[in-house]
């Protein structure tokens, strides 16, 4: 029922800033939580931030949070998150997620997921 699509991952220097950008299809956008989650080289699927339907509640991985900024324009059907101070160790596959609930960090409660996007940061 939806297909998201990220961009803006690539390569940047420990302290740099990335920006990633999910567009979803459809018409029904706004009735899903949004989500971003990454992968690393033999690590788990981890959540990164979360933002609910309107936009008004929000959670952050302790890892991320003060660097990281999750949002959403639901006139545009995109969800972004802002990646600012990077590390090293936030090179991953970022993936983006929509899901049902008010808002959950569970890989397993979104339904529909992108393809992801290699962020890698170099020392």
């Known amino acids: 029922q939806v297909q998201l699509v990220e961009s803006g991952g690539g390569l940047v220097q420990a302290g740099g800033s990335l920006r990633l950008s999910c567009a979803a299809s459809?018409?029904?956008?706004?009735?899903?939580?949004m989500g971003w989650f990454r992968q690393a080289p033999g690590k788990e699927r981890e959540f990164v931030a979360a933002?609910?339907?309107?936009?008004?509640?929000?959670y952050y991985a302790d890892s991320v949070k003060g660097r990281f900024t999750i949002s959403r324009d639901n006139a545009k059907n995109t969800v972004y998150l802002q990646m600012n101070s990077l590390k090293p160790e936030d090179t991953a596959v970022y993936y983006c997620?929509?899901?049902?609930?008010?808002?959950?960090?569970?890989?397993?409660?979104?339904?529909?997921w992108g393809q992801g996007t290699q962020v890698t940061v170099s020392s």
């Open positions: 997620a929509a899901g049902s609930l008010i808002l959950t960090t569970m890989t397993k409660d979104y339904d529909y």
């Open positions: 459809g018409r029904t956008f706004s009735r899903y939580v």
């Open positions: 933002i609910s339907r309107s936009g008004g509640n929000i």
